[in-house]
């Protein structure tokens, strides 16, 4: 059972462009929702995250929006650039936040067009 | 900031051998870490959460005997594949918390993966 889905799948955007990544969730018991960047090769690394208590939150150009009712949050880079190419994973985990309760989503492959 | 290192980054072995992948925690102690397998273009997917001084715990559907998971320290983890098949060519990931935090995911640091090829 997926309970985190992610879209799209992949994603092509101009340079100075607004990136936009969907997830949607199942389980009501989450409470923690971050978004990981993983560049080929490497491993993941936390973006940003957001908890349910707040409908968004901004940090530079990447900004999450929170939709408690709907189950959905996004992930918004705005000003995309080439160096934002990679590949970006919503996450939700549940109770205390426990690293082990950690669902990632599908993944999303940006790519930022020069 | 926290700091996890891996080693290998990428390996090659034969079938039917054994391989071992570490995960180490450089600035900061970590009770607990956590190995992730990652095919090519998917998620990752828990495999075990590794507890220093004691045994691993595996999600259902790993195989405790294939992946052998020890964390003898507070700053080193291994994952050893053993008697590996080309099914088991993968991208193995490690994070870890540091210790004295919630283990949350919050305060995770993922390496930055090990990715074996088995021939």
């Known amino acids: 059972q997926q309970q985190v889905k992610q879209s799209p799948q992949s994603l092509i955007v101009q340079k100075g462009g607004i990136s936009i990544i969907n997830c949607a969730y199942e389980n009501t018991a989450f409470d923690y929702f971050p978004w990981y960047q993983q560049f080929p090769g490497k491993g993941p690394a936390l973006l940003i995250a957001i908890r349910p208590d707040v409908s968004e939150k901004k940090e530079g150009r990447f900004t999450i929006s929170f939709n408690k009712s709907a189950k959905q949050f996004s992930l918004h880079i705005m000003d995309s650039q080439p160096g934002d190419s990679a590949t970006y994973f919503c996450a939700a985990s549940k109770g205390d936040g426990s690293a082990r309760q950690l669902t990632f989503g599908s993944g999303t492959q940006l790519t930022v067009l020069p | 900031g926290a700091v996890v290192s891996q080693h290998p980054s990428r390996v090659i072995c034969k079938s039917g051998t054994s391989v071992k992948i570490e995960c180490r925690s450089l600035d900061f102690q970590a009770t607990t870490m956590f190995w992730y397998r990652q095919f090519p273009k998917q998620s990752l997917m828990l495999m075990a959460t590794s507890n220093e001084g004691s045994k691993a715990t595996y999600e259902q559907g790993v195989e405790k005997d294939k992946f052998l998971i020890n964390h003898a320290s507070l700053t080193l983890s291994t994952l050893t594949v053993t008697s590996a098949h080309p099914e088991d060519s993968s991208f193995y990931i490690c994070?870890?918390?540091?210790?004295?935090?919630?283990?949350?995911?919050?305060?995770?640091?993922f390496g930055a993966g090990s990715r074996l090829t088995v021939l």
């Open positions: 994070s870890a918390s540091p210790r004295g935090s919630s283990s949350g995911a919050n305060v995770l640091t």
